[in-house]
């Protein structure tokens, strides 16, 4: 960690303080170098031993410092001629430098750190090796007095700034972001062009964000598409009453009533698990999928969306305590709210465009002054009223974007929202894909650090993920609709898909799996964002826009950015 704080202050606050981590290819191959050190073999001589010039060497040493309170696991420790010498393994090539190859900062005060500890504990030890794997070449530091000294300022610094519940400033165009595995999580980019963006307009500072590049080309920088375009793992849904979920090493197993293997599921290819009824999880499945931070989603038969099994997630405390403080002022409230409000009445007014046979322009022009009106708006009932009329004018040309040929049969027919329960299969479908994506906007507040009960436009109540239906607003359209009305106009829900019940119509088991595969597409289709103008899947701009709006609850930008589409 004290290298991560030398490295990047903010990678240093999201892995220690925030107790985040992800793999990349760098940090696997990093893992597995070590696995060739990290090997008891030698015990490490006690000080008096060495000091009467016992030689040898011990692997995988761990050892602390009271005084400094650091603990130190060390790759190996040679000892010989009275002194113990700390070598540190990095997979990397040192830097170059005139008179030959040097350590880089971080390198540096990481084994410093464990000299000091060395001498905490009563070796002597003035100087380490970095052993450099991509370059085979070991490099000595001297540790001196003043290198000590400078071990302590940033085990000072470091902790002060844990301490302190504020996270750090991204690092601006740097170098060390594309290959570091938590570039997804931090945005480097995306939040600085954020943070310098005006709140009158959405013309971005360019002089604010590299004063050299942009002067001379008079534009703003390029923001780098650092994170990935598709999340290379997939949720794993189960429909099927009387089913089980079993694991068998570092597989899940999915059985059938009769205790045969309908399906099998390697662990480290699936996201998240969701179960629809009466489908049992073993306990050491649910341990695996815990361990492994994915989440276990839970629905009822008719695909209500009813609650989550998930690890512990985040252990800051300091975000949703300033969720909680913000959720308290109206005005921070109503920011929140007229932006998603207005990105809401675009995004269903740019579907109506996009796919209505021949859609009014009375009712576009409409649409198109009840954003700007939400914008404008001074009160939460305000945009409530406005958010109402829009989805009216939007909800009554539904219909004109079915394309089937239905031949007059009545179940495809749609003329108004309806719910709890739908009364007409277009609803069941609404409802169902509705229920998806807020579920899968839950589990992104919780990843994220927030509180998904607890939102800004959506006032707290009981039993409703209140902030994941904040950030749900825009995306209805977006996904949940765009996924019914595809699953309808490709065949992959039919008129026979459907079964009713006195006034309630619900989903067959295969019409659910329709609209799954419908919904699950959608969520893999790459979209190009509108603010940061690079093309990631519909997965990765519901994690981008719940990590933008936990920036703006803990101040780092100015101005929450929403989603809308062109």
Request: glycine share 8%; net charge neutral.
């Amino acid at each position: 960690m004290l290298n991560e704080f030398v490295y990047c202050p903010r990678l240093f606050y999201y892995e220690w303080v925030e107790s985040v981590f992800a793999h990349n290819t760098d940090t696997v191959e990093g893992s597995l170098r070590h696995g060739t050190v990290d090997v008891d073999t030698d015990t490490l001589p006690p000080p008096e031993e060495v000091a009467e010039g016992v030689a040898g060497s011990a692997r995988s040493v761990q050892l602390a410092s009271d005084d400094l309170r650091l603990i130190a696991k060390l790759d190996l420790v040679d000892v010989a001629a009275g002194r113990a010498i700390p070598v540190d393994y990095k997979k990397g090539r040192p830097m170059d430098a005139d008179d030959g190859p040097e350590a880089w900062p971080a390198d540096r005060i990481q084994i410093a750190a464990q000299a000091v500890i060395l001498r905490a504990n009563g070796y002597a030890c003035d100087e380490g090796v970095l052993y450099y794997a991509a370059t085979k070449q070991r490099v000595r530091v001297r540790i001196t007095d003043e290198v000590a000294a400078d071990v302590r300022r940033q085990v000072d610094a470091a902790r002060a700034l844990a301490g302190a519940g504020v996270i750090p400033p991204p690092l601006l165009d740097s170098p060390k972001c594309p290959r570091c595995s938590l570039v997804g999580i931090c945005l480097p980019d995306e939040t600085a062009v954020a943070r310098l963006r005006p709140a009158e307009d959405d013309t971005v500072q360019p002089w604010l964000i590299e004063p050299a590049r942009a002067a001379a080309a008079d534009l703003p920088p390029e923001v780098r598409r650092l994170v990935p375009s598709r999340d290379d793992l997939r949720p794993l849904y189960v429909v099927g009453q009387g089913f089980s979920i079993g694991k068998a090493g570092e597989t899940l197993q999915i059985r059938d009533r009769d205790r045969k293997v309908a399906q099998d599921a390697r662990l480290i290819d699936v996201s998240q698990v969701n179960v629809f009824g009466n489908v049992t999880v073993s306990a050491p499945a649910v341990h695996a999928l815990c361990e492994s931070e994915k989440p276990i989603a839970y629905f009822s038969g008719g695909g209500w969306f009813y609650g989550l099994t998930q690890g512990l997630g985040i252990r800051n405390a300091y975000l949703r305590a300033e969720q909680f403080r913000r959720a308290d002022q109206p005005v921070f409230c109503r920011a929140v709210a007229s932006r998603i409000t207005a990105a809401k009445i675009r995004n269903q007014r740019t579907l109506l465009q996009r796919n209505h046979v021949e859609p009014p322009r009375p009712v576009l022009e409409r649409m198109r002054a009840l954003a700007v009106a939400a914008e404008r708006a001074q009160g939460l009932d305000e945009l409530l009223g406005l958010e109402g009329t829009a989805a009216r004018l939007y909800f009554q040309h539904f219909g004109g974007m079915i394309k089937v040929g239905n031949g007059g049969v009545e179940p495809l027919r749609f003329e108004h929202r309806n719910r709890r329960p739908p009364r007409d299969p277009v609803n069941a479908l609404l409802s169902l894909a509705y229920s998806l994506l807020t579920k899968d906007l839950t589990i992104v507040c919780t990843s994220v650090g927030l509180d998904p009960y607890w939102g800004f436009f959506h006032q707290p109540r009981f039993g409703r993920a209140a902030l994941a239906l904040d950030l749900m607003e825009m995306f209805r359209p977006l996904v949940a609709d765009s996924a019914v009305l595809t699953a309808l106009n490709t065949g992959m829900v039919q008129a026979n898909d459907f079964v009713r019940a006195g006034p309630a119509v619900s989903l067959t088991p295969g019409g659910r799996k329709g609209l799954l595969r419908a919904y699950e597409q959608r969520m893999d289709a790459l979209v190009t964002h509108p603010v940061f103008d690079y093309r990631v899947s519909y997965r990765r701009v519901l994690e981008i826009q719940a990590r933008l709006l936990a920036r703006f609850i803990c101040g780092e930008i100015d101005r929450y950015p929403t989603f809308e589409t062109r």
